[in-house]
């Protein structure tokens, strides 16, 4: 086991070939860090943070192809359709001795050209049953993990509020992440209007960002806030930096994931490291990652009178609320750490090296 690998130790290839922060780009940051401790992994493309292990492109034809007169293969991470084609050439143009992996997230029917890709694949992982069902070719299924100690439940939650300018008192449900109608951002504010009209204690909180051409759509969710008479109670802080967002979680009563469509979804693992029960809707993976009736619940997407009463049937159970925001970090301790994740993937490199 190495922190990192020197040039002659490096067993995989993980690229990263979008210069813009995406989820792809935040999955390669968290895990390759950890399983450069666990086999001889670098990164390689732009927009990485610089404690993640790396190399560069061209370095890549270079690694040497035998040692002590024994072939030498590597794993070629992909996780994009442009990295399994690169992954292709390196392997049939430059005769690179490649075993590729390609990790697939989303929910969708592939086109043919990925279908092609994915036929040449040597494996495939897939982040839930409910990606894995829209394959075509055998998968592994890894669920996503999170840093539970990043997460966790606050030690002093009272102390944390007032440093985030929240009442120490109040019932707050928050939600996190992009704000645009494919995550339901609306369906949250319609069901949280219903919930603190007659709840004079209860805060929303929406905590993130919204890109250019949501902007307009953020305008008319503090619009309808306001119409309400509740722009004092739901609110709309602006966007954390990401090493902040774990501090607003364990700030919360509950957490609402009330999202229309979703790849993957790693929120409602994030609350529940922290302590926090959870509400999702039935999309992404959300029905694989919580425990309905003992971490959280799960609702119709779309339907804010639901969402409402889910909310609320919480709010006036205290008892609930402790409940299963302790069997909620149980939950996530028991199955979703990051390492899990990390050490479930190598366990497929070492595989395909072994075969090799």
């Not at 029917?109 to 992982?125: C, E, K, P, S, Y």
């Not at 299963?324 to 990390?342: P, Q, S």
């Amino acid at each position: 086991m190495t922190e990192t690998a020197r040039p002659d130790e490096i067993e995989v290839i993980a690229p990263n070939f979008k210069r813009r922060l995406s989820g792809v780009t935040a999955t390669i940051a968290r895990l390759v860090p950890l399983q450069a401790r666990m086999i001889g992994i670098r990164a390689t493309g732009p927009g990485l943070p610089a404690d993640v292990p790396h190399m560069p492109l061209w370095q890549c034809l270079s690694l040497p192809r035998s040692r002590d007169g024994r072939p030498v293969w590597r794993v070629w991470h992909a996780r994009r359709n442009v990295e399994m084609l690169a992954g292709l050439v390196l392997r049939g143009l430059f005769r690179r001795r490649l075993r590729l992996v390609f990790t697939s997230a989303s929910q969708r029917h592939h086109t043919g050209w990925t279908r092609l890709l994915l036929n040449r694949m040597d494996a495939v992982i897939a982040t839930s049953k409910a990606t894995e069902s829209y394959l075509s070719v055998p998968a592994t299924v890894i669920l996503h993990g999170i840093d539970t100690d990043r997460f966790a439940p606050a030690a002093d939650r009272a102390a944390l509020r007032a440093r985030l300018g929240l009442p120490a008192e109040a019932r707050i449900v928050g939600c996190i992440g992009r704000i645009r109608a494919q995550k339901g951002t609306d369906v949250f504010v319609d069901a949280m209007i219903e919930v603190a009209r007659d709840r004079p204690d209860v805060i929303g909180v929406v905590l993130g960002r919204a890109t250019a051409k949501h902007r307009d759509f953020l305008a008319g969710l503090k619009d309808r806030v306001a119409q309400a008479g509740l722009s004092d109670r739901i609110l709309f802080p602006e966007e954390v930096p990401v090493d902040r967002v774990a501090d607003w979680y364990a700030a919360l009563d509950l957490f609402i994931a009330p999202q229309r469509w979703e790849g993957f979804g790693l929120t409602p693992l994030e609350a529940m490291a922290c302590g926090v029960p959870v509400i999702a809707t039935t999309v992404g993976a959300f029905p694989e990652l919580l425990a309905q009736g003992t971490t959280g619940t799960l609702i119709a997407p779309g339907d804010a009178q639901q969402m409402a009463e889910a909310a609320a049937a919480y709010l006036d159970d205290p008892d609930r609320l402790a409940r299963e925001g302790a069997a909620g970090r149980a939950h996530v301790l028991n199955r979703f750490r990051i390492e899990d994740e990390a050490r479930a993937i190598v366990g497929v490199y070492r595989r395909l090296l072994e075969q090799a």
